[in-house]
T-cell receptor, first 112, second 111 residues
Framework: NAGVTQTPKFRVLKTGQSMTLLCAQD?????MYWYRQDPGMGLRLIHY???????AKGEVPDGYNVSRLKKQNFLLGLESAAPSQTSVYFC???????????FGQGTRLTVV | EDQVTQSPEALRLQEGESSSLNCSYT??????LFWYRQDPGKGPEFLFT???AGEEKEKERLKATLTKKESFLHITAPKPEDSATYLC????????????FGQGTTLQVKP
C-alpha cells in the first residue's frame, strides 16, 4: 500500500515544452486534487476530480489540463510550459465523505 | 466566493511560550475543516478534522477548536520541533468536493 505517489519528483523544462505529471493512489479514493505551492502562497487548487471521468476547475486552472480516465490515476498536463509555472506541485486524494486528504510528496518543476 | 485566511503569516515564539494560530473561513456550507503541518520539502501531514461549531480536538501540545466563522490552533508550551508551517483547509458541504487551503502560518520556536 503505497498511498499517493507522484511521478516525477523533479523536472526541468524549457519554455514551450509540454509534460504530464502523474498522480497514482492505491486506496480506492473517490476525490483527487492537484495543487501548486509557491513561497508565501499556501496551496492553490488547480483542478480536482470527484470521480472517474469527471474533472473540475479550481482556483488557478489556466495553462493546465487534467484527465481522470482511471479511478486510481489523476494526470496534470502542461501543454506549453511557462516560467510562471515554476512551482512545487502536490497531488492529494480523499475517500469521499468528510475525511482528511492524503498527500503525495510533491513534484518540483522548474521552467527555464 | 469560498475563502480561507490564516493569520499571522509568520510567528516566532520562545520555547514554552504558548500562542494561537487563526483560520477564518467563508464557505457555503462546511463539511469539514482540516489542520495540517508541513515541514520544508515535504507534503502536508494531517493533524485534525473538525466538523461542527464547538468541536475541539487535541494531540500532544496542539488543540484545535472551531466556531461558525473560524478555527484556532492552540499551541501550549511549544518545543523547537513544533517549528513548521501550519495549514488550514475547508471542504464544502455540497457534493462539489472542493478542498481549499489557506496560505499557512509559519511557526518558528526558538530554544
Amino acid at each position: 500500500n503505497a498511498g499517493v505517489t507522484q511521478t516525477p519528483k523533479f523536472r526541468v523544462l524549457k519554455t514551450g515544452q509540454s509534460m504530464t505529471l502523474l498522480c497514482a493512489q492505491d486506496m480506492n479514493h473517490e476525490y483527487m486534487y492537484w495543487y501548486r505551492q509557491d513561497p508565501g502562497m499556501g496551496l492553490r487548487l488547480i483542478h480536482y476530480s470527484v470521480g472517474e471521468g469527471t474533472t473540475a476547475k479550481g482556483e488557478v486552472p489556466d495553462g493546465y489540463n487534467v484527465s481522470r480516465l482511471k479511478k486510481q490515476n489523476f494526470l496534470l498536463g502542461l501543454e506549453s510550459a511557462a516560467p510562471s509555472q515554476t512551482s512545487v506541485y502536490f497531488c492529494a486524494s480523499i475517500p469521499g465523505g468528510r475525511t482528511e486528504a492524503f498527500f503525495g510528496q510533491g513534484t518540483r518543476l522548474t521552467v527555464v | 466566493e469560498d475563502q480561507v485566511t490564516q493569520s499571522p503569516e509568520a510567528l516566532r515564539l520562545q520555547e514554552g511560550e504558548s500562542s494561537s494560530l487563526n483560520c477564518s473561513y467563508t464557505v457555503s456550507g462546511l463539511r469539514g475543516l482540516f489542520w495540517y503541518r508541513q515541514d520544508p520539502g515535504k507534503g502536508p501531514e494531517f493533524l485534525f478534522t473538525l466538523y461542527s461549531a464547538g468541536e475541539e480536538k487535541e494531540k500532544e501540545r496542539l488543540k484545535a477548536t472551531l466556531t461558525k466563522k473560524e478555527s484556532f490552533l492552540h499551541i501550549t508550551a511549544p518545543k523547537p520541533e513544533d517549528s513548521a508551517t501550519y495549514l488550514c483547509a475547508v471542504l464544502r458541504s455540497s457534493n462539489t468536493g472542493k478542498l481549499i487551503f489557506g496560505q499557512g502560518t509559519t511557526l518558528q520556536v526558538k530554544p
